[in-house]
């Protein structure tokens, strides 16, 4: 889903569609001036196609640092959280935004690191 007619913008004012030209995104209306909407399309044009969001890298790393004793189940939140706000991002993005296996594995490392330390927290209570 890339090309011209996925960042096109169409004016609130005018209704004008405007179109990029040349890989530019205009930010107003050549009609009327007004301030063009911004979409998720126009916002990641500029970004290299597959970019992942830092919360998808940062939600990887949380979730490998979820394994860590004592402290993991703080990291395995903030995967799980990160994970599913990438995931978010990734969906609004119509396909500019990369990086939903990297999201996938850190929310699921997030997952399992949780339920992990839980098990490990409800064995301690009953040993
Ligand atoms: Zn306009």
Redesign the pocket.
Known sequence: MTGAADISRT?S??S?VTTARGGRVPKF?A??G?RLPETAAVKYADRPPGFAPPAATASLILGLCAFIPMVGIFFAIGAVWLGTLANDQINASHGHLGGRGMAAVGTGLGLCAGMLWLAVCAGCRLF
Request: with cysteine.
């Open positions: 004016c004012r005018c004008r209306c009609i009327c007004q």
